[in-house]
């Protein structure tokens, strides 16, 4: 590698780790205890006992009320307003029903509440005051919505581009060192710059995969329209010039969640979207099935129901783009293995935050030195170092 090629390499990874450093370390730490937040929300809230245990509320075990009484309940509760999304536990008797002012309705005006289905109790609603909300919130998107997602996943893409420019300066540097070399008598720079390396190194895959997939996940709602303009544009053409349904003429669940299954046979019911949402047309409920087995349980798959008369429309796997979606969002967070796996996630987010930590102390240092030194630095395999 020429000194050329090594002093872009090496302005590349200094400027895109700068920029992005102090929004990644508040990222780390923000999702620390995001990894576990199942089991802090089973330490810290009081556990809902279920009348069928065992039974998830999307199944068709005897006992359980009809989606249509359930939906009847969460309406009178909350009048005025209009079902948006009603989602299932395929491994306990609980669900969801969310409800707003209008089919449109954004999240600040969404009311969640948990029902049990194997008796009709209302068991709770969705406390979005707590630390865990306000930190997934800040995770997510700073409390500035979609702009805010959208610079997160700036930020994860310039990440990427300093992990690979940090791996292309590493392969040069250390040439005439072995591998794990931690030259911890010399100076305490040299020392911190071999800790920022084999860091880096040891925990490259997992941040890879870290920040790719933060970066999909930041672009959900531009996903999700475009799967709406496309795919749930081409699967409702026939209703294209019709106008929105209103709630009022909405018809039984429960005839179209049957229906539904006949289409889609032996896969278990997610959630259901309503007319005039984010996840369905102005006309049908769309019912998203969700795979049985551990990797196609991630993937959905939406049966488009005519809403008024639960005729079947159209059933159709998503595309490409919501499929990466759907994969990223566990990987994101190590949810799909267990505790075991949650554990390395938050052992690998830690190197993450040690390695941020001792760029920004480098950079610190570095500043007393030129570029051309550090150069010199990498070209001679860490033998000629900058004067401190």
Known sequence: MTSSSIRIWYLVHKWTSLICTIFLLMLCITGLPLIFHDEIDWLTEDQVRYGMPGVG?????????PL????????????????LFMAFDNDQPSMTITTGP????????????????????????????????FLLQLHTDMFLGLPGMLFLGAMGALFTVALVSGVVLYAPFMRKLPFGTLRVARSTRLKWLDYHNLLGIVALAWMMVVGVTGVINTLADPINKLWQRNELASMTHEYAGKGALSPSRYGSLDKAMAQARKVLPGNSPQFIGFPGGSFSSKHHYAV??????????RLLTPALIDAETGAFTAA??????????????????GDYGGLPLKILWAALDIFT????????????????????AHVREVESGGVVVPAE
């Open 102 to 133: 209008r089919p449109d309705s954004p999240g600040s005006e969404m009311t969640i509440q948990l029902f049990d289905r194997s008796t009709g109790e209302l068991v709770g609603k969705e406390d979005d005051s707590g630390v865990m909300h």
């Open 57 to 65: 509320s999307s199944g068709n075990a005897p006992g359980l009320l």
């Open 288 to 297: 998203f099935f969700q795979g049985d087995t551990p990797l196609t349980e």
């Open 316 to 333: 159709r796997s998503m595309p490409w783009y919501n499929k990466s979606l759907s994969l990223s969002r566990p990987l994101h967070f």
């Open 68 to 83: 249509d009484a359930m939906m009847a309940k969460a309406l009178a509760a909350r009048p005025g307003e209009v079902p």
């Open 353 to 372: 935050i040690i390695l941020l930590v001792t760029g920004l102390y480098l950079w610190l240092g570095k500043r007393r030195a030129s570029s051309a």
